[in-house]
C-alpha cells in the first residue's frame, strides 16, 4: 500500500514539475513595453528629437507583445512608412487619443507611430519598432527590460511549489 502511494506521490511531483517548467515558456511569451519609460508619450525636448526610436531600439520586440502609450490631451497613431516621414495625420492604420493607450504587436515586421496632436510629430514624438521574427527572436527577448523579473517570479513560485511537494512526499512516504 506504502509503495502505491509513494509511487502516485512521486508522478504527482514529476507532473507539477511538468506544469511548472511550462509555465516558464508560457509566462514570458509576451511583453507589455512602456513607451518612453516613466516619461511615457511626450513632446520630446529639442535636443532629444531621436529619443523614441532610441528607446526602441533599446528593446526586442517580439510577435504578441505589447506597448503602452501613457500621454495626456495628445494622441498616437499607427500609419505608413512615407506618412511616419512626412509626419503626415490624415490616413493612420490605427488612432488612439484615451491618454492610456495598448498596441498589439501582432506580426513581425516594422511598425511607425506618430502623435497626433499638431505640430508634435515634427518636434520628434514619433517612433520605430521592429518587431523580429519569431524563430530569431526567443534568445534576444532576455535582453528586453522586465524578462528576468518575470523568470525571477516563476522561479520562486516554482523552488515554493517543489518544496511543498518534497515535503508532502516525504511526510507521506515516512
Known sequence: MA??????????LVLLLA???GLQHFYVASFEFQVGGTRGWIVP???????????AS??????GDT??????????????EEDYK????THPT?????????????????????SGASGHCDKGQKMIVRVMVQDESLPNHANSSGYHDAVSLIMVFGM???????EYVVSYVI
Open 3 to 12: 509503495s502505491s502511494s509513494s509511487s502516485s506521490m512521486i508522478f504527482l
Open 19 to 21: 506544469i511548472f517548467i
Open 45 to 55: 525636448l529639442p535636443n532629444d528629437t531621436n529619443t523614441y526610436n532610441h528607446w
Open 58 to 63: 533599446n528593446n526586442r520586440f517580439q510577435v
Open 67 to 80: 506597448i503602452h502609450f501613457s500621454y495626456k490631451k495628445d494622441s498616437v497613431m499607427e500609419v505608413s
Open 86 to 89: 512626412d509626419c503626415n495625420a
Open 94 to 114: 490605427f488612432f488612439s487619443n484615451i491618454g492610456n493607450t495598448v498596441f498589439i504587436l501582432n506580426h513581425s515586421g516594422t511598425f511607425y507611430f506618430i
Open 160 to 166: 515554493v511549489l517543489l518544496q511543498f511537494v518534497s
